[in-house]
Nanobody, 131 residues
Framework: QVQLVQSGGGSVQVGGSLRLSCSVSGNTKLVGWFRQAPGAEREGVATIYQEGGTAYYARSVRGRFTISQDPARATISQDNARMVAYLEMNSLKPEDTGMYYC??????????????????WSQGTQVTASS
């Protein structure tokens, strides 16, 4: 069973930086970050494949956000694999404000940005960028 525990987030001034962490237990193929502003749909921000580290970004965050994963993946057994995924957010804008979630799936995704394709979710954390 895959479990995701998220940490980080908070409030910063516009232009500031924050880092989110997502501790993952269980086997996953890819881990993504999503966000949801009040009254808006949940949208994909970035995702990373565990094998090879290929990453994809939404156009709105490209060049400002970086997704990464702990290279020292601790494998206790095939079912207890653990890793940590990070989302480094720089040059934050007011439009980056929202609830942020990490999510995972165990097979390749045809549309990495589509939240419907992810089966496991974290509890979420608020990110606020204000002037």
């Amino acid at each position: 069973q895959v479990q995701l525990v998220q940490s980080g987030g908070g409030s910063v001034q516009v232009g500031g930086s924050l880092r989110l962490s997502c501790s993952v237990s269980g086997n996953t193929k890819l881990v993504g970050w999503f966000r949801q502003a009040p009254g808006a749909e949940r949208e994909g921000v970035a995702t990373i494949y565990q094998e090879g580290g290929t990453a994809y970004y939404a156009r709105s965050v490209r060049g400002r956000f970086t997704i990464s994963q702990d290279p020292a993946r601790a494998t206790i057994s095939q079912d207890n694999a653990r890793m940590v995924a990070y989302l480094e957010m720089n040059s934050l804008k007011p439009e980056d404000t929202g609830m942020y979630y990490c999510a995972a799936r165990q097979t390749f995704a045809s549309s990495w940005w589509d939240p419907v394709q992810y089966h496991f979710w974290s509890q979420g954390t608020q990110v606020t960028a204000s002037s």
